[in-house]
């Protein structure tokens, strides 16, 4: 253990001094970061008109002018046009009081522990393929540069060596999120102070201990996908081809399954062992709203809807784990016994 | 194989000969189909890192991290293979001329440079037995005769250096053993001077050409007599020249003119490689 300890701390070494890591830890924090400051422009440029809506002139007319839920609420009869039905004035009212409630969310959504949340949903779909990238270009790289060579003649042991690159990759994924974490709390606690409630009063705030699990679920996803970008680089022997691959596994495993759901009733059952759709159920819950911002985010990172669908968590904790022991296995095993040669290139 | 502790061993072969495929099956590398390979008594297969921290290995071109300087590269690998002071980084990056750029990118080095950081890698921890596989390759004439000091000095230190090279007059010049490889046997091996010498000769005028040539090959030491251009030429170690002119000094029998025939390693290595069977067809 303490051989793999000690690899891991020197390919920690080699990996702080290249540009890459940080560069995708940058990426990562940026886009925690707007998920947060993103919310809190939205939420401003709200809170002090209550909400926005389009209001034609006249009923029946044409043309379409902006009124305020406030002015709404004060004068209802004043903003809406003549003539208009108590009925039609109280759904527009209506309309206002859900707006106050999505007020609300974004309310909570600045507080540290819906900073966390937002920034659980963006590690959840960005920080994955970024890891995949990571561990391709990680693992590829002796592959390319035919540095395994030197490094397996120094009497590291292929196991070891392994292992402890796995270490690091894990370890990196950890430290990422938790900063992503951190920092995204910690823009919470400034957006907080700043932020003047929403009119109908300060909502309850989840408490940053709610953020635990779906901590761990998270950082349970973004090993499980290490592995197989890790694995699938490998055993292929190819920055370009492992980071192709996982990536597009990735993002076609749920094309695929919309596909195929639709034309084949039995296929759901099938989908429920497919490593994305898992790996992406696992991290499905985050708790507290999903602020706009981080949800489209989320989404322009390729989460698509309905991750996850009916797997349950602890199904979810078995097929990854699965996919952990099959990948990881796989990988060991073909590298203990894989002659090596020099630089491939690629 | 026999490597004798301390010197440089060279091994040769024509392209193919199984030169890099031996060295990778002695570090582990690639794994034997058949046989055993046991390295300071460890088996290869089943666990030999004990027996890898005694050796440093350049197998073909080095390769090392292109944005990481030649000091952190080296210190990498000093780390990862946990043997080594810190203190021994600089004394290499002096030994190897690289001490004024150990801090610049090994992307920037020159192909030259490049081979001295391989050497320097191959010499982390002070190993007893360094394999180094075409440390020239690539190299300029200059560049060439700079690392071929360098594995003198290393030999001079105390280092036993396995030198895979096809450069045979760089062989002959560095290598006091050799052993010639061939579709993945050895075909020939031992001291340089002695396979070379063993098949030198001498070519001599006398005052009686035919009697020396009967009594020339009487001498149990002295192979083949032929005539050659008008002179005679006996099979024969060179420096036995002095034992030749005496034998027929007796027989009153007077040595007019005397020219040792040395052959070159280079002769040498085409004659034995052309004896082996489907020799012909790898070279076409």
Redesign the interface.
């Known amino acids: 253990m303490s ?1 793999v300890l ?2 891991a ?3 920690w ?2 990996l702080r ?3 890459m890591p940080w560069v995708l830890l940058a990426i990562l924090l940026v886009f925690t970061q707007l998920a947060v400051w993103g919310s809190y422009v939205f939420y401003t440029s709200t809170v002090n008109t209550g909400g926005r809506m389009m209001l034609p002139f006249r009923p029946g007319a044409g043309g379409m002018r902006t009124v305020t839920c406030n002015e709404l609420r004060s004068n209802p009869s004043g903003v809406v046009p003549a003539g208009t039905p108590q009925p039609a004035i109280d759904a527009l009212l209506q309309q206002c009081a859900r707006q106050g409630q999505r007020l609300a969310g974004l309310y909570r959504a600045l507080q540290p522990a819906g900073a966390v949340s937002s920034a659980l949903r963006i590690a959840a779909t960005l920080e994955l393929l970024l890891l995949g990238v990571l561990a391709a270009a990680n693992v590829g790289g002796e592959y390319g ?3 395994l ?9 292929r196991l070891a ?1 392994l292992a402890g690159k796995y270490l690091l990759l894990v370890g990196a994924a950890t430290a990422a999120l938790l900063l992503a974490c951190l920092a995204a709390a910690g823009s919470g606690l400034l957006a907080a102070h700043v932020t003047l409630p929403p009119p109908g009063g300060a909502p309850a705030a989840a408490a940053l201990g709610d953020s635990v699990i779906p901590l761990l679920r998270t950082w349970g996803s973004l090993v499980t996908y290490l592995t197989i970008a890790g694995s699938l680089t490998l055993l292929l022997r190819s920055t370009a081809a492992g980071m192709a691959i996982s990536l597009a596994w990735y993002v076609v495993e749920r094309i695929l399954i919309g596909l195929l759901s639709s034309i084949f009733t039995g296929f759901d059952s099938v989908a429920n062992y497919l490593p994305m759709h898992n790996i992406s159920a696992l991290a499905a819950e985050s708790p507290g709203p999903a602020p706009a911002v981080a949800a489209a985010v989320a989404a322009g990172a390729g989460a698509g809807a309905g991750a996850g669908g009916s797997i349950t968590v602890a199904h979810a904790v078995y097929v990854c784990s699965a996919c952990v022991i099959l990948f990881g296995g796989a990988a060991a095993w073909v590298f203990h ?1 894989r ?2 040669t ?2 491939a290139g690629g | 194989m026999r490597i004798p502790r301390g010197g440089v061993f060279g091994l040769l072969g024509p392209n193919g000969s199984g030169k890099t495929t031996t060295i ?1 099956l002695l ?5 034997p189909t058949a046989g055993t390979i046991r390295l300071f008594g460890a088996d290869v297969r089943h ?7 005694r ?1 440093g ?12 300087s030649g000091r ?1 590269n080296l ?3 000093q ?4 043997h080594g002071g810190r203190d021994e980084l600089p004394k290499l990056l002096e030994l190897v001329g690289l001490a004024d750029r150990a801090d610049d990118a090994f992307r920037t080095y020159s192909l030259g440079m490049k081979q001295r950081l391989g050497i320097a ?1 191959a010499l ?1 921890g002070n190993p007893e037995l360094v394999f180094l596989d075409e440390p020239t390759n690539g190299l300029d004439p200059a560049g060439m005769a700079e690392v071929r000091e360098l594995i003198l000095r290393l030999a001079g230190a105390g280092h036993t250096i396995v030198l895979s090279s096809h450069l045979l007059h760089e062989v002959e010049q560095l290598c006091d053993d050799v052993a010639i490889l061939s579709r993945g046997a050895i075909i020939a091996q031992g001291k340089v001077r002695e396979l070379v010498h063993a098949q030198g000769g001498v070519r001599l005028k006398t005052t009686d050409d035919a009697r020396a040539a009967q009594l020339l090959a009487t001498l149990d030491w002295s192979g083949a007599v032929r005539s050659e251009d008008g002179y005679l030429v006996v099979a024969a170690p060179p420096d036995r020249a002095g034992e030749i002119t005496r034998a027929l000094c007796r027989e009153e029998v007077f040595v007019t003119e005397m020219v040792p025939l040395r052959m070159s390693l280079e002769n040498y290595f085409l004659q034995v490689t052309a004896r082996e069977p489907g020799a012909e067809q790898a070279r076409q």
Do not use: C
């Open positions: 051989n000690r690899i701390r020197w390919e070494f080699k001094q290249r540009r540069l035919g540095t060579r030197p490094i397996l003649v120094r009497g590291t042991g060596y016994r002659d090596i020099g630089a | 990778g570090l582990g590398l690639i794994s666990g030999h890192q004990g027996a890898l921290r050796i290995a350049m197998v073909e071109s080095p390769a090392f991290y292109p944005e990481l952190a210190r990498f690998f780390g990862i293979g946990r890698y982390l």
